[in-house]
Nanobody, 115 residues
């Protein structure tokens, strides 16, 4: 059974940092695109960042220079290091893995940036 499980969310003050992790299981995800979306209250889900199997990365403009995505193909994990967090980064963050027409989602982890 395929499963993606996020961890690392929580409450952080503006300017702080958090590291999200996603562990995928049930198949070999080394060839999959892996990444993160987020959904803020009352807003549509938006792409935050993704990373290809070879390590090429892509970021939303709103998180460039602040967030860093990485993956470990041997462990089927993808991480998101989030620095200089802002209140507008508050959202549920979802991990995903995609290949062709197949896409798998985690259940999400809540990140709240507030003083």
């Amino acid at each position: 059974q395929v499963q993606l499980m996020e961890s690392g969310g929580g409450l952080v003050q503006p300017g702080g940092s958090l590291r999200l992790s996603c562990a995928a299981s049930g198949r070999d995800f080394s060839t999959y695109i892996m990444g993160w979306y987020r959904q803020a209250p009352g807003k549509q889900r938006e792409l935050v960042a993704f990373i290809l199997s070879g390590g090429t990365t892509n970021y939303a403009d709103s998180v460039k220079e602040r967030f860093t995505i990485s993956r470990d193909n041997a462990k089927n994990t993808v991480d998101l290091q989030m620095n200089s967090l802002r209140p507008e980064d508050t959202a549920i963050y979802y991990c995903y893995a995609a290949l062709g027409f197949s896409i798998y989602w985690g259940k999400g982890t809540l990140v709240t940036v507030s003083s």
